[in-house]
Nanobody
Framework: QVQLVESGGGLVQAGGSLRLSCAAS????????MGWFRQAPGKPRDFVAG????????YYGDSVKGRFTNSRDVAKNTMYLQMNSLKPEDTAVYYC???????????????????WGQGTQVTVSS
């Protein structure tokens, strides 16, 4: 069984930074790709970033490219999302997700992820 726990959310002014963490338990972390999604009130959940099991490749949604950085520390079973130059439109609940090792397909699709965290709120004030 895999459990994912996000942390690091909070309130920040526009232009500021936050770093989200996603701590994973379970044997599949080291061989599993992972991702971040976010959901603003009244909107569907959107892809933010994805990372391969090795951390060698990362993928980003268009709205966060150049501002967010996705990384992982395999030794710590933790994935990170460094968010810089935050904007009010980044306000959302952020979720981390993990794909089983046998999964394939686009990192942007929710259906390719098997486990989800409970989410952490990020609020960016103008």
């Amino acid at each position: 069984q895999v459990q994912l726990v996000e942390s690091g959310g909070g309130l920040v002014q526009a232009g500021g930074s936050l770093r989200l963490s996603c701590a994973a338990s379970g044997r599949t972390f080291r061989t599993s790709a992972m991702g971040w999604f976010r959901q603003a009130p009244g909107k569907p959940r959107d892809f933010v970033a994805g990372i391969t099991w090795s951390g060698g490749s990362t993928y980003y949604g268009d709205s966060v490219k150049g501002r967010f950085t996705n990384s992982r520390d395999v030794a710590k079973n933790t994935m990170y999302l460094q968010m810089n130059s935050l904007k009010p439109e980044d306000t959302a609940v952020y979720y981390c997700a993990l794909r089983s090792p046998w999964r394939s397909g686009s990192y942007t699709r929710e259906s390719t992820y098997d486990y989800w965290g409970q989410g952490t709120q990020v609020t960016v004030s103008s």
